[in-house]
């Protein structure tokens, strides 16, 4: 079966500063992943998804994320962050044949002014 | 123009007591899915329908029983209330099938407090 480990349950960043939010899998079949947001009591948005092909994923509001396969990880990145970032961040495996969507615990970005 | 919309936003009941979310997209989707989210933010897929037919079906309760009277609705009732049944609970859809790589579109959520 397949998991999804986000190992930083906040992370907390000055405005303007890069940003990397760790997510790495563990599966022993092809794989599509996938990275939600959830701002302040609202429903998950998803801000960019790796199927297959380049290894660098480019989404929403700036956010890319890089497929490793090796190392078995998919961290999202943004060089610059906005307040508007603030959020409950989501990594998400669905494994090939497979209905089934496999959520980490999720990641609090805040952002400090 | 909400894709995917539930009813109600909130809940708060007592214990014992039955009572049912309900959800609807308007997106031509086959699929639909309800899901759990605690009080640490941990989402858990609780059931899944394909154009009607239960597909997913992980370990809950008997006393949640999903409802689909048509492609575009999937309805969550739950029997017996529990004070560990309090979380927010999210709808969503996808196009659907397991050879095609399918976003699934979010619901608002529901948040049920139980008394």
């Known amino acids: 079966a397949q998991s999804v480990t986000q190992l930083d349950s906040q992370v907390p960043v000055f405005e303007e500063a890069p940003v990397e939010l760790r997510c790495n899998y563990s599966?022993?079949?092809?794989?599509?992943l996938f990275w939600y947001v959830q701002y302040p009591n609202q429903g998950l948005q998803l801000l960019l998804k790796?199927?297959?092909?380049?290894?660098l994923v480019k989404g929403i509001n700036g956010f890319e994320a890089e497929f490793n396969k090796s190392q078995t990880s998919f961290h999202l990145r943004k060089p610059s962050v906005h307040i508007s970032d603030t959020a409950e961040y989501f990594c998400?495996?669905?494994?090939?044949?497979?209905?089934?969507?496999?959520f980490g615990t999720g990641t609090r970005l805040t952002i400090i002014p | 123009d909400t894709a995917v919309s539930q009813t109600p936003k909130y809940l708060v009941t007592q214990m014992g007591n039955d009572k049912s979310i309900k959800c609807e997209q308007n997106?031509?989707?086959?699929?639909m899915y309800w899901y759990k989210q605690d009080s640490k933010k941990f989402l858990k897929i609780m059931f899944s329908?394909?154009?009607?037919?239960?597909?997913i079906n992980e370990t809950v309760p008997n006393r949640f029983s999903p409802k689909s009277p048509d492609k575009a609705h999937l309805n969550l009732h739950i029997n017996s209330l529990e004070l560990g049944d309090s979380a927010v609970y999210f709808c969503?859809?996808?196009?659907?099938?397991?050879?095609?790589?399918?976003?699934?579109?979010f619901g608002p959520g529901t948040r049920l407090t139980v008394l």
């Open positions: 969503a859809s996808s196009p659907g099938g397991t050879s095609a790589i399918n976003e699934q579109f």
């Open positions: 599966s022993s079949v092809s794989v599509y």
């Open positions: 790796y199927l297959s092909g380049s290894t």
């Open positions: 998400a495996v669905r494994v090939s044949g497979n209905e089934k969507l496999t």
């Open positions: 997106l031509g989707h086959d699929t």
């Open positions: 329908y394909n154009n009607k037919e239960l597909i």
